[in-house]
């Protein structure tokens, strides 16, 4: 008697199998303006990478089509294996570069907001990050600096459990105390297969703690890869490569 047995089913991919971005041929127009010209890029998960160049280059637009709250594009986006939408927002945080809290709520308020919103919210430890910072949860937001507010909006971002975080100039327009509580933020425990794409002007601060970087110019990708391969490549650190490359 022959024994039927099934075939061996093929593991689900899951994220360190694929990429955690995925961009082709990613075209964005303001009338007449490109903001995103043909762009074309792949990322990894389990990379901390910088999002370098000028003002108007495209960065911030092309992390809002990441994020999904940016349409009418053309070209093919991929983010945490799915189109931007309802599902890749459920795996994919992102702080953008304006403040989106309420002005009256309170922290509590905005701890309840997040617990509420996202299944992936790791309530335990916004509460630590924000102790951490010295904030009680009944302070107002309109009663917090420029700095205080971007630690909370910070704290808010890095304790979701996503695959995908979408950071755009988390640590500018702040003095370099708080951007050193920021970044410790920032790099406090992340899930190891996520990918952290953060947008900056601030090379110098960041260059310790990236693995690769993508800067771009007039919507397009004029220079990638990681950090060491780049400054073994051109015989100078990332703070001066910038520099050279946008002189």
Same mark, same amino acid.
């Given at each position: 008697?022959?024994?039927?047995?099934?075939? @061996?089913?093929?593991?689900? @991919?899951? =994220?360190?199998?694929?990429?955690?971005?995925?961009?082709?041929?990613?075209?964005?127009?303001?009338?007449?303006?490109?903001? *995103?010209?043909?762009?074309?890029?792949?990322?990894?998960?389990?990379?901390?990478?910088?999002?370098?160049?000028?003002?108007?280059?495209?960065?911030?637009? &092309? &992390?809002?089509?990441?994020?999904?709250?940016?349409?009418?594009?053309?070209?093919?986006?991929?983010?945490?294996?799915?189109?931007?939408?309802?599902?890749?927002?459920?795996?994919?945080?992102?702080?953008?570069?304006?403040?989106?809290?309420?002005?009256?709520? /309170?922290?509590?308020?905005?701890?309840? #907001?997040?617990?509420?919103?996202?299944?992936?919210?790791?309530?335990?430890?916004? /509460?630590? *990050?924000?102790?951490?910072?010295?904030?009680?949860?009944? =302070?107002?937001?309109?009663?917090?600096?420029?700095? =205080?507010?971007?630690?909370?909006q910070v704290a808010l971002a890095m304790s979701r459990r996503a695959q995908?975080?979408?950071?755009?100039?988390?640590?500018?327009?702040?003095?370099?105390?708080?951007?050193?509580?920021?970044?410790?933020?920032?790099?406090?425990?992340?899930?190891?297969?996520?990918?952290? #794409?953060?947008?900056?002007?601030?090379?110098?601060?960041?260059?310790?703690?990236?693995?690769?970087?993508?800067?771009?110019?007039?919507?397009?990708?004029?220079?990638?890869?990681?950090?060491?391969?780049?400054?073994?490549?051109?015989?100078?650190? #990332?703070?001066?490569?910038?520099?050279?490359?946008?002189?």
């Open positions: 008697m022959t024994t039927l047995t099934a075939p @061996p089913t093929k593991p689900r @991919p899951t =994220m360190t199998d694929q990429a955690a971005i995925d961009i082709r041929g990613l075209t964005k127009s303001y009338g007449r303006n490109r903001a *995103l010209d043909d762009l074309h890029l792949t990322l990894r998960p389990g990379r901390l990478v910088g999002l370098l160049g000028e003002n108007g280059c495209g960065k911030t637009t &092309l &992390l809002k089509i990441l994020a999904g709250v940016m349409h009418d594009y053309d070209g093919d986006v991929i983010i945490a294996g799915h189109r931007p939408g309802p599902q890749s927002k459920a795996r994919v945080s992102f702080l953008p570069d304006t403040s989106f809290l309420p002005d009256g709520a /309170r922290i509590e308020r905005c701890l309840r #907001l997040y617990r509420d919103f996202f299944a992936d919210f790791d309530e335990a430890k916004a /509460r630590e *990050l924000i102790a951490s910072f010295g904030f009680e949860t009944s =302070m107002r937001l309109k009663d917090a600096s420029k700095g =205080m507010r971007e630690k909370v995908v975080y979408l950071l755009d100039e988390p640590i500018s327009g702040v003095d370099p105390a708080a951007r050193d509580t920021l970044l410790r933020a920032i790099l406090c425990d992340p899930p190891e297969d996520s990918l952290v #794409l953060i947008s900056t002007h601030l090379v110098h601060d960041l260059e310790p703690v990236l693995d690769s970087v993508v800067m771009m110019r007039h919507g397009r990708i004029i220079l990638s890869g990681d950090i060491d391969d780049l400054r073994a490549e051109h015989g100078v650190g #990332l703070d001066q490569l910038f520099r050279e490359t946008y002189r």
